[in-house]
């Protein structure tokens, strides 16, 4: 069926999300909320729908949208996906969820309370990198992992548009919900997300452009796994270097580095990687993720009244409950088991 999405903010992120969601088979953005006036001609002409703009969320959300997409600041997240699931709004919801363990499980319940069905975006899991690793790991050639490290490595300054709001713990919150929850995510991806404690650690760059951070740019997260499995996470936003999203997994039979395999599966090959033709996640512009598979599939799901699979909301939840345990481990400088967060 044919879905009409409201955006909720229009900022960098939104503006990826209009133009992903118009190239889905079923979805059609024809109305954008925003706190500053903006132009119907405009904003239409920019994503090729025509758009009707509001200033009045309550408005838009009485309107006869069936989908909301939100990208508004963090700390907005709660309120506005309680009004839209209570509008029986079905959601998208940009990273963070939230800033806060009580204001992601506000939003589970909000939405499982209203009956409507939602999805994070955790869009680098629909990543030609991503994709051909889930295969690999489900066809068996590296084994069993033992140990693995995602690491999110992207230098967030005054260059990028996130910055001005970014610094703030209002708004950034901490290291893993301003960025690196990508990296969190996609480790739990690989490994599973039976995470029985967490041991973190912060500290910050001293250049000057990085000072204005309220907290601390770079977090390293050691997770035990139930299955006795170990896993790294860094995640570095005050570097000064080119984006990197480092990604390496260690196995039974053998390791994948990136977009390179070494499996004795394969034979050992003088004991060198074979390189794999996929695209790596090696951007952090918003206008390179695969926003459109996520949503194509979101609406599929939708068609057929289920959750979707890889990025719904029930997964996510579990990766932020993971990563509010790292941030408090930081905060309180000891080991956090996984069963303080229900």
């Known amino acids: 069926m ?38 119907d001609a405009e904003v239409s002409a920019r994503h090729g729908s025509a758009i009707k703009t509001y200033t009045d969320l309550d408005e838009m959300l009485a309107s006869d949208i069936d989908v909301v997409s939100i990208t508004s600041y963090p700390a907005q997240h709660r309120a506005q996906v309680e009004a839209a699931a209570k509008a029986g709004k079905h959601i998208i919801l940009e990273k963070p969820m939230a800033l806060s ?57 005054p260059w990028y548009g996130q910055y001005r709001w970014n610094t703030t713990c209002e708004n950034g919150g901490s290291s893993l919900l301003s960025a690196g929850c990508h990296a969190l995510d996609a480790l739990l991806l690989c490994m599973g997300n039976q995470v029985e404690e967490v041991s973190a650690y912060a500290t910050q760059s001293r250049h000057e452009i990085f000072q204005k951070y309220e907290y601390k740019t770079t977090t390293v ?24 999203f480092h990604t390496h997994l260690v196995g039974s039979e053998g390791s994948l580095l990136d977009n390179k395999l070494y499996s004795t599966k394969l034979g050992l090959r003088d004991k060198k990687w074979t ?68």
């Open 2 to 39: 044919a879905y009409k999405v409201g955006i909720i903010g229009y900022g960098w992120a939104a503006t990826a999300h209009a133009d992903a969601i118009n190239g889905t088979n079923q979805g059609t953005v024809t109305a954008v909320y925003s706190s500053r006036p903006l132009d």
């Open 101 to 157: 363990w009580e204001d992601c499980v506000a939003i589970r319940d909000a939405v499982a309370a209203a009956g409507v069905r939602a999805c994070v975006c955790f869009e680098l899991r629909f990543v030609s990198q991503f994709l051909t690793t889930s295969k690999l790991l489900e066809s068996g050639f590296i084994g069993d992992i033992h140990y693995g490290e995602v690491d999110y490595y992207h230098g967030i300054g």
């Open 221 to 244: 997260s050691l997770l035990k796994f139930a299955n006795g499995a170990v896993g790294k996470v860094a995640s570095v936003i005050d570097c000064l270097q080119p984006y990197y």
């Open 275 to 342: 390189e794999l033709p996929m695209a790596l996640a090696d951007s952090g512009d918003v206008a390179d993720h695969p926003y459109k598979d996520q949503f194509q599939l979101f609406f599929d799901a939708l068609d057929r009244g289920e959750d979707m699979a890889r990025t719904s909301l029930a997964e996510a939840l579990e990766s932020f409950r993971i990563l509010f345990a790292c941030d408090r481990s930081v905060s309180e400088g000891r080991p956090v088991k996984l069963s303080e967060f229900v």
